[in-house]
Every structure is written in C-alpha cells, then in structure tokens.
C-alpha cells in the first residue's frame, strides 16, 4: 500500500497493492490493522454506496455533530473527490484538496472527520463507496454551496453540475456551521 499526504493534514490518498493476473485482480480494500499502521484509527459502523451520472454533483456534506471520518472508494467510472478543512483551529480551515479516484486507478480518499465532502462524476455513471466512522444523522447533516467563491475549488466540469434541491440550496461557506476548537474532541469522548 501507498500512501500519500495531502496539503490537508489528516486527509490521505491511500493506493492499494494491487496483484493481476490473466484473470483479473485483487486487492484488499480494508484491513483495520493497516489502516491504524498509517494513522486511521476508525472505527467504521456504516458502509454506504451510490450510483450517479455524469455530471451529478454531491456535496458538499458534513455532519455537525456526529460527525463522520470517510474512506471512500470508486468501483465503476470515475469521479473527482474533493474534502474541504471545515475545523476553524485548524491551520488549513477552509483549503481543500481534490482527487479523481477511479475504478481503474482504485485509489481510495481517507477524510478524517471535520472535513466537508463532495464529488463530481466524470463517467458516463459512477458507483462510489464509503466506510463512515458514524451513523447518517439527518439532523446533523449540513451542506456548503459547491460553488462557494470563498472556497473556490475547481472542478473539473464543463457547464452546470445536476445537483439535488438539498444542494442547490446549500449555505455559504460564510455562513456555515464548522467545527469550533475542540468540537471534535468533545465529540469524541462523547462516544467513549
């Protein structure tokens, strides 16, 4: 396995080792003792899977409270995946960083909690994949405008995205909840 740093600390792009044959392939997409090796302490509890077109745009989400690490994944087609540093102490609150993962290149995109997410399809259709180190909890979820001039993140899209109602009316960065000095931590031991 490979594993690179981002300009995020914490938010790593983790590649496989990959063993091919003239039958195919196999990789091993999870192995906790691994992952603790290279700092992901999660532990996960729900696994999730989406299927979007071309051109869908999904973000960028977070939860408030309860909020999620991510180790997400692309089976099929391919997407450009993007975490937004949304932890106010944090030296790089609001960067972000991208990365296209694939199911030819199966890299997979660890995104600590604290981080808002979002991502883009550039495929004619794409089945996405993600390990959540806690449960969905629709009154904690949040959504960042995907076009926050603040953020400016450049995506890799040529006219409008399709996005949800949920998305299209997301609040600005601005005017977003994030995670204040401590949340997270506080957060944490909640759960201990």
């Known amino acids: 396995m490979r594993v690179e740093q981002t300009?995020?600390?914490?938010?790593?792009?983790?590649?496989?080792?990959v063993f091919c044959d003239d039958r195919g392939f196999f990789l091993e997409c999870f192995n906790e003792r691994e992952m603790r090796d290279i700092g992901i302490d999660a532990h996960?509890?729900?696994?999730?899977?989406?299927?979007s077109q071309r051109d869908?745009?999904?973000?960028?989400?977070?939860?408030?409270?309860?909020?999620?690490?991510?180790?997400?994944?692309?089976?099929?087609?391919?997407?450009?995946?993007?975490?937004?540093d949304i932890r106010r102490d944090s030296p790089t609150f609001g960067?972000?960083?991208?990365?296209?993962?694939?199911?030819e290149n199966k890299r997979m995109f660890w995104l600590p909690p604290g981080m808002a997410h979002g991502f883009l399809v550039l495929s004619d259709s794409a089945d996405f994949l993600y390990?959540?180190?806690?449960?969905?909890?629709?009154?904690f979820e949040r959504t960042i405008l995907w076009d926050d001039p603040d953020l400016a993140i450049e995506w890799p899209l040529v006219g409008q995205p399709i996005l949800s109602a949920k998305d299209a009316a997301a609040?600005?960065?601005?005017?977003a909840e994030v995670f204040e000095k401590d949340s997270l931590v506080k957060e944490a031991n909640a759960e201990r």
């Not at 390990?131 to 009154?139: E, N, T, V």
């Not at 609040?171 to 005017?175: E, V």
Request: no cysteine; glycine share 8%.
């Open 7 to 17: 300009q995020i600390p914490g938010v790593l792009v983790i590649e496989p080792a």
């Open 95 to 103: 960067k972000w960083v991208g990365v296209e993962l694939s199911a």
């Open 56 to 84: 869908v745009l999904r973000g960028l989400h977070y939860q408030i409270s309860q909020p999620q690490g991510k180790l997400v994944r692309v089976v099929s087609g391919k997407v450009f995946d993007v975490a937004v």
């Open 171 to 175: 609040s600005a960065f601005s005017a």
């Open 131 to 139: 390990k959540a180190s806690d449960y969905y909890a629709q009154k």
């Open 44 to 51: 996960f509890v729900q696994d999730n899977h989406s299927r």
